[in-house]
């Protein structure tokens, strides 16, 4: 895979607490001082939090910006129809013009969009195979051409789906997609990590009483040299044009710059390429909190 320049790493951040016309107005505002990336999320119906559909938000954010990449963190494929998501996945991409990106994952367990539908199919096996049928169903709607698809809880007849998305160095007409990668130094969850190499990126997040802990370099590290190896195992090449991203989330320090920029040149050192600025505690990520870190610029602007 190869470690990236340190001063390539890219930075992003999610538009975690904001309305959809404010989560339009952050891309702006991020596109304006230097971010490179905005992300929204995607729920249907978690506890009492306001919802907005991502596609929507996503769509109003290419129309108004020219050069951030857009995204959410992350989509839920398992309840969505792989068939309609051909069409937003496509309509955003070709509004942006070639912009977004697609970090995906099996969806939040406490989102009744799952929990509150009868025959939704619920269990993590369940929700993983049905993101696996997504993704292929994804893979082969995007060239264009004719197709039938049978995968292990999905099946259809012919159909076909035009236009395709933007062709892109390396990887053709198709969105990049970063899959949620658990990593386990101890125990790599195979499958999960399997899923993210043969896309184009992986969202990192640490495995079991972990998962809310702070990432750090030697993370980073030994999942990128995990995952050279396991690249190598599997006889997988990826075009020099078309990098595989390693995408880190957490919260930098806003009262010390330094330290901000010191973990990210060393997560960078260790491989990350995107760090995504990733606030999600409602009551100090308020929407003028966001706004107000988004007008500071990027760490290391």
């Known amino acids: 895979m190869g470690r990236p320049n340190v001063g390539a790493m890219r ?25 490179d990336g905005v992300f929204t999320w995607d729920g249907l119906s978690i506890g009492s939090q306001e919802m907005a559909d991502p596609w929507a938000v996503l769509a109003a954010s290419a129309a ?5 990449t857009l995204g959410a963190m992350v989509f839920a494929f398992p309840r969505r129809r792989p068939w309609e998501l051909v069409g937003q996945t496509v309509t955003v991409d070709r509004l942006s013009g070639g912009r977004l990106v697609l970090p995906v994952g099996v969806g ?17 096996r369940e929700r993983a195979e049905l993101l696996d049928d997504a993704l292929a169903f994804l893979e082969r709607a995007w060239t264009g051409e004719p197709f039938e698809f049978t995968g292990t809880h999905t099946s259809t007849g012919a159909m076909q789906f035009l236009p395709r998305p933007v062709t892109r160095p390396g990887i053709g007409p198709r969105v990049p997609v970063w899959p949620v990668g658990v990593w386990d130094a101890e125990r790599p969850p195979t499958r999960s990590l399997d899923r993210a190499l043969r896309a184009d990126g992986i969202v990192l997040q640490l495995r079991g009483e972990r998962a ?23 006889g997988l090449e990826r075009p020099a044009e078309a990098p595989f991203d390693v995408v880190v989330q957490g919260v930098l320090p806003d009262d010390d710059p330094a330290a901000a920029q010191d973990r990210l040149d060393a997560l960078a050192e260790a ?18 909190s966001l706004f107000e870190r988004v007008r500071q610029g990027p760490p290391g602007a």
């Open 11 to 35: 930075i992003g951040i999610v538009a975690s607490s904001t309305t959809a016309a404010e989560s339009v107005d952050l891309a702006v505002e991020a596109e304006q001082h230097g971010w």
């Open 64 to 68: 108004r910006t020219s050069r951030i």
């Open 271 to 288: 491989g990350a390429t995107w760090w995504v600025e990733a606030r999600w505690d409602p009551k100090s990520a308020t929407p003028a």
């Open 108 to 124: 939040a367990l406490d989102d009744a969009g799952f929990t509150a539908v009868p025959g939704q199919l619920t269990g993590l």
């Open 212 to 234: 809310f802990e702070e990432t750090r370099p030697d993370d980073v590290a030994a999942l990128v040299a995990w995952l050279d190896a396991r690249r190598a195992e599997l």
